[in-house]
């Protein structure tokens, strides 16, 4: 399996682009990243995406976009996880290109979700959990990860507004962030003041989605004379049960642990390592769990990472530099890469004021449902 | 990259199966492929899926179908390319053993379409063509191949009747296969007096739809015993614009060249050292297509393959050899998955009545949308 490496991002402001339809605001990513890496044609293209089929009545988003861009003969697939979509289409380009199939891929997330009304969208998201045995009773996506939350509240005796540390650190970094769909400072105040979604998950707690895309293009490493040329050092993927009823211990991420686990085994790394994870923050409690499960904290104990001020950019361990799902926004689909265009640009040193002094290791972590499907990669800087 | 081989392949007869859900189709063919295969376990599994966010309403089939069949940590993600889903899963699969990256992956392609009453699906099925440029002028999916169907009968001089004979090859192929969801013999008669759906494509011209999964296993070669060794002598994938009005030449499939001309390239073969062909007869039209832009046949002469008999399993160049969409059905992300199997079941020598004499080298065609997006593979039985 021969070394990949990232050539260029890509990405757009996330946003409710109204005037801008699913095709413009993927090419418009796709472009960028293609412009950044200076290549003009590239082998394949791998599309993340989760909603479209519904949302846009738009299926085979491969070939969608291979065609909006003028790649009129490369392959080109679609790759679903629900909202690990993104980070799923980075895996497959990836298999594609260490391979030695294809010399290049365009990994593209993308995601439009305010051409249908809010209900129709809340409908679909459901679509991550499991139809027959969840989505049937009439439980909502966020109302699956209230339980959750609740009842890790319950057992570990944490109180609503000490998830506040983690949306005020979101906040606080996307007011850095151009592409970041909120720039609103966030206090813990008006965290415990916002309105009730579905209990105890609040406005605060709750990531916004949005319209966006982000892109990437991947290479084989060996051909990359740009510095600092910036390798994927690990890439792995666990499932859980999809059902989050099923599983013997809902508060423990096991697609995490494993999907952590096998990543640091391959980069050779421990989360000590880690000079910054972007992680799953759709709603707070997936923070936490997140940090437990991938090893920077005990069970239980994620929460107490935000309340002694460790994950901000000069922090132990920075979550969320460029504002996370929080702030930065969740369109679901395109989210992964978000996330993997986040850690390369804090490698490269483009961060401004949330920059991690020093970054060379970073993690990003992407899940879809509520823990279902969980995709860990890290990429590093390399020599 | 490393060598490819198929251990082990299941499927279930395609049907109108109201008393069975999306999950145990799809877990029929995966536990069907695992038995024939000798293996309780594999590394990762593969989803190709077309309809399921819309017809079911569930996204996330690949962990949807891993905690099912019960690979509780593996991996799993869904890959969509409208009706060429089941190639494409298959082929992301074998990228990621191919890679090294995994040892194993089994491979399901899976279509519920009975949950939804027949104007939605084929509502849904329109999601493959362009949503913008032409879903919304009201054209339907048959609609389009119709357009195609006619402007090749003007440019080339066919009559109506003589398609007839693709349709009737592979009704009597099915009449062999129990999991074939026709069993019913054609006449020219009858393929002529058939019901109208879009000028000129009448009932006998189209394939039907139906609930159907099939599900291979592959590892890589150099670990399978079983004998005959059945490997993946080649995998192309090839695109072409989305909508069939942006194309110079609409009668020229374009992305069957360009994946069949790579995929004759990497297994050092010519058309002519094929055994069998399975190709995408969703519409009698894309048939004669297929055989030109694959090079067995002269632009315009496709349908004369048919006439002088030469596509039976004694013929020339056999197709469809196990009843093709027409006969065997066509349930849609399913279809290329039967194709793969299917061939299988050739080089194994397994197909009784329509078994091709002494086959060695058979070839799958899988097409998304209207020659949108066209996947390529070349199975060889390897000493």
């Known amino acids: 399996m021969r070394e990949v490496a990232i050539l260029g991002i890509g990405q757009i402001k996330i946003g409710e682009h109204w005037d801008k339809?699913?095709?413009e605001i993927g090419g418009e990513a796709a472009f960028a990243a293609m412009q950044d890496a200076g290549m003009d044609k590239v082998d394949s293209l791998?599309?993340?995406?989760?909603?479209?089929?519904?949302?846009?009545?738009?299926n085979q988003l491969g070939t969608f976009f291979s065609d909006w861009i003028g790649l009129w003969k490369q392959e080109a697939v679609k790759v679903e996880a629900a909202c690990g979509s993104g980070a799923a289409a980075f895996?497959?380009?990836l298999m594609a290109v260490a391979s030695g199939d294809v010399e290049s891929s365009l990994v593209v997330g993308v995601e439009k979700m305010t051409d249908k009304a809010g209900r129709d969208v809340t409908a679909s998201l459901a679509t991550a959990a499991d139809a027959d045995y969840e989505v049937e009773q009439g439980i909502s996506f966020v109302g699956i990860n209230a339980l959750v939350m609740r009842r890790y509240m319950h057992e570990f005796g944490w109180k609503h507004d000490d998830f506040a540390p983690f949306s005020i650190n979101s906040h606080a970094n996307a007011m850095h962030n151009p592409y970041a769909r909120l720039h609103e400072k966030l206090t813990v105040e008006r965290f415990e003041k916002s309105s009730m979604v579905a209990t105890p998950i609040n406005l605060m707690d709750a990531s916004p989605t949005g319209d966006g895309a982000a892109a990437a293009i991947i290479v084989p490493a060996e051909k990359v004379m740009r510095k600092p040329k910036i390798v994927v050092a690990a890439s792995a993927a666990a499932t859980d049960t999809i059902a989050v009823h099923s599983r013997k211990d809902p508060m423990f991420l096991k697609a995490a642990y494993e999907s952590s686990k096998?990543?640091?085994?391959?980069a050779g790394v421990t989360p000590e390592d880690i000079d910054l994870f972007e992680l799953h923050d759709a709603f707070s409690i997936m923070a936490a769990l997140s940090l437990e499960a991938s090893g920077f904290a005990e069970r239980g104990q994620g929460v107490r990472?935000?309340?002694?001020?460790?994950?901000?950019?000069?922090?132990?361990?920075?979550?969320?530099?460029?504002?996370?799902?929080?702030?930065r926004g969740h369109p679901v689909g395109a989210t992964g890469m978000y996330q993997i265009v986040e850690v390369v640009q804090q490698l490269r040193g483009e961060c401004g004021k949330t920059q991690v002094d020093g970054a060379m290791?970073?993690?990003?972590?992407n899940i879809g449902g509520s823990g279902a499907t969980i995709f860990t990669h890290i990429l590093k800087t390399a020599a």
């Not at 791998?46 to 738009?58: F, K, R, T, W």
């Not at 096998?262 to 391959?266: H, N, P, T, V």
């Open 21 to 23: 339809s699913l095709r």
């Open 46 to 58: 791998y599309v993340g995406n989760m909603l479209s089929p519904i949302v846009s009545g738009q």
């Open 91 to 93: 895996r497959a380009a």
């Open 262 to 266: 096998r990543a640091y085994e391959m």
């Open 305 to 327: 990472l935000g309340l002694d001020n460790e994950i901000s950019p000069q922090g132990r361990v920075p979550v969320c530099t460029r504002g996370g799902l929080k702030a």
């Open 361 to 365: 290791i970073g993690m990003a972590q």
